[in-house]
């Protein structure tokens, strides 16, 4: 079970840390991803994090504003979001994946997927 948290209402320029979080297993065996669905729209894959090394994929929309990175000792999984921008808006899920590939929308699968946390960026 994955549990989204930190999603919220900020203006543009803002920022945001989501947080993913594991329970009943060890999040560092696993490729982790992080997705977000606007409504009208289809789910984008927005970053990944590979299980061993700790190599990152990110899509070309967020390069230089969100950062994925582990916090290993707390099992969770972050999103650091920069500059947020008004079509950052959408519900954001993080999903267990098989391998973080450099997009991380080429992921050949993802599961176990949380319940989503809303990130609203208006003035």
């Known amino acids: 079970q994955l549990v989204e948290s930190g999603g919220g209402l900020v203006q543009p320029g803002g920022s945001l840390r989501l947080s993913c979080a594991a329970s009943?297993?060890?999040?560092?065996?696993?490729?982790i991803g992080w997705f977000r669905q606007a409504p009208g729209k289809e789910r984008e894959a927005v970053s990944c994090?590979?299980?061993?090394?700790?190599?990152?994929g990110v899509a070309d929309s967020v390069k230089g504003r969100f950062t994925i990175s582990r916090g290993d000792a707390k099992n969770t999984v972050y999103l650091q979001m920069n500059s947020l921008r008004p079509e950052d808006t959408a519900v954001y899920y993080c999903?267990?994946?098989?391998?973080?590939?450099?997009?991380?929308?080429?992921?050949?699968?993802?599961?176990?997927w949380g319940q989503g946390t809303q990130v609203t960026v208006s003035p």
């Open positions: 999903a267990i994946l098989g391998v973080c590939p450099n997009n991380p929308a080429d992921a050949p699968y993802a599961s176990n």
């Open positions: 009943g297993f060890t999040l560092t065996n696993y490729a």
């Open positions: 994090i590979s299980s061993v090394g700790g190599r990152t």
